[in-house]
């Protein structure tokens, strides 16, 4: 069964965005340089760490406002994030209006959600995509690998990839590539 | 004058200490593994790590609250945490009761703690010590390298290193040492 891995960059002070974020601003104020390893001259060691992940990544799930800030008006053209990779979004109310084919409203919750994506996903992995949708299923045994791209700098608030947990949960680092932009750090959550 | 280094060990979720942390539970629920890197088994990297930041350290600037839970009835016999390198205790009141000699008490600020200190370590450097003391020296600019062990756990609540800050600081890593108990990041702070 495929694997579910939340894949982010952050801050070192622990943010996936700066405050104010929207689908003007989705970066957030001061949060511009969480990406500069992938769109702001990367090593070759950037490069294969994105490669990688994209390669591997079958299906995303991911929260409504991920959405929202990226989509709208065609904000991925006629297909998703990744081109016609498999997108479930999390969402209390599935929109009226009509988005390309790869996207399907998920109404039921984030296991639900990822339950599909794993069912299309074959032997490739579930990405899971922002801080809410992780903060919702790592409590639910849903996570089997975090990786984070620790980017140096110090954003000073905005949304944090790790709030409160209802309780602890041990880690395995798996690998660790350190370039410029980034340090790329992968665990795997041990049950 | 020596730099200001602060130098800690955080859980992948960013916090240096777990929940009811006090002098019976200096580290708090659930993050003794934080110091595993130190104590449990640790690698030749490790202890090289550990070697390093303990030959550069000059002079110690804590607060209060670490000073309490570690010492008291005597945590560190005679002398300070590194023996007789000075440690400036920043409080708001000094105690009453006699300590080693190796204990300064300021009450007049971290900044005049970070410049005694500074005045003492010579040509090696000031280890700024705690949750609290970072979070008051970065916005006022007195620290100059952020040295994080990040542990592979997610402890899920308690004291966080890195708290709200007023603006955003750029950071840029110097070092990166990945050991299976923590990824050993040193950050320069650039002004």
Known sequence: ??????????????????????????FGDGA???????????????????????????AIVMGRRSFDKNEGDGGWGDGGP???????????????????????????????????AKATAGDKVVGLHGATMMQQGLPLGLVDEISVHIVPVLIGGGT??????????????????????ATHLRFRVRR
């Open 82 to 116: 990744l081109g016609d990779t498999p997108v479930f979004v999390v969402t209390h109310h599935a929109p009226t209006r009509r988005y390309p084919a790869v996207f399907t409203f998920v109404t039921d919750g984030v296991r639900s959600a990822i339950e599909q």
């Open 160 to 181: 944090r990839l790790f709030e409160t947990l209802p309780e602890g949960i041990a880690l395995e680092r798996v690998s660790a590539i350190a370039t410029p932009a």
């Open 32 to 58: 511009g340089m969480l990406h500069d390893w992938l769109f702001n001259d990367p090593t070759d060691d950037d490069r294969a760490v994105l490669r990688e992940a994209l390669d591997r990544c079958g």
């Open 1 to 26: 069964m495929a694997s579910v891995i939340c894949d982010m960059s952050m801050s070192l002070d622990g943010y996936v965005t700066g405050p104010n974020d929207s689908r003007e601003n989705p």
